[in-house]
T-cell receptor, first 111, second 113 residues
Framework: GENVEQHPSTLSVQEGDSAVIKCTYSDSASNYFPWYKQELGKGPQLIIDIRSNVGEKKDQRIAVTLNKTAKHFSLHITETQPEDSAVYFCAASYTGNQFYFGTGTSLTVIP | DTAVSQTPKYLVTQMGNDKSIKCEQNLGHDTMYWYKQDSKKFLKIMFSYNNKELIINETVPNRFSPKSPDKAHLNLHINSLELGDSAVYFC????????????FGPGTRLTVT
């Protein structure tokens, strides 16, 4: 089955700096790659996603890049703010019925 | 309006008991899921239902039985609870064939003593 690895497990940045979280996947059949933000005591919230026919997608301060050849994708957050502090998860899927999640990155934005 | 709701939010029970967690989505989605998040925050899918039919059943003990009375509901029943079942359980839904975007519920924190 699919195996998704996520790095780093923890990340601290100064407010205003950029944060990058990286994920690799093993199954070349995977074609959908979402990113979720989980705040304390809440469920994961979809923040951005990308399909395998696209190399990059942006939504305001958040962007995701995908390298199908290398089987890795990354989340980029620019101009970080304290409210960006949360746990971020990447995931991979090829059917929409089965999702494989990374192990999470705890992001802390220091004011 | 809550898109995906779960009840209860907290559940404390003793070993050996049977308990249920309910999930409802008002998004008109075709696919619903149950996930388990352990103490290390690792998210693992347990079940996936599409239009009330079981699609994915990961390696989950038989003590866990999902039930989907209709497309908008997916309940999780757990028999003979064990200490290791303590975790946060999340329900989620997605459009299905028209889209894979998942929306998660707020979670149910289950503590087995």
């Amino acid at each position: 089955g699919e195996n998704v690895e996520q790095h780093p497990s923890t990340l601290s940045v100064q407010e205003g700096d950029s944060a990058v979280i990286k994920c690799t996947y093993s199954d070349s059949a995977s074609n959908y790659f979402p990113w979720y933000k989980q705040e304390l005591g809440k469920g994961p919230q979809l923040i951005i996603d990308i399909r395998s026919n696209v190399g990059e997608k942006k939504d305001q301060r958040i962007a995701v890049t995908l390298n199908k050849t290398a089987k890795h994708f990354s989340l980029h957050i620019t101009e970080t703010q304290p409210e960006d502090s949360a746990v971020y998860f990447c995931a991979a899927s090829y059917t929409g019925n089965q999702f494989y999640f990374g192990t999470g990155t705890s992001l802390t934005v220091i004011p | 309006d809550t898109a995906v709701s779960q009840t209860p939010k907290y559940l404390v029970t003793q070993m050996g008991n049977d308990k249920s967690i309910k999930c409802e989505q008002n998004l008109g989605h075709d696919t619903m899921y149950w996930y388990k998040q352990d103490s290390k925050k690792f998210l693992k899918i347990m079940f996936s239902y599409n239009n009330k039919e079981l699609i994915i059943n990961e390696t989950v003990p038989n003590r866990f039985s999902p039930k989907s009375p209709d497309k908008a509901h997916l309940n999780l029943h757990i028999n003979s609870l064990e200490l290791g079942d303590s975790a946060v359980y999340f329900c989620a839904s997605s459009p299905g064939t028209s889209g894979f975007e998942q929306y998660f519920g707020p979670g149910t924190r289950l503590t087995v003593t």
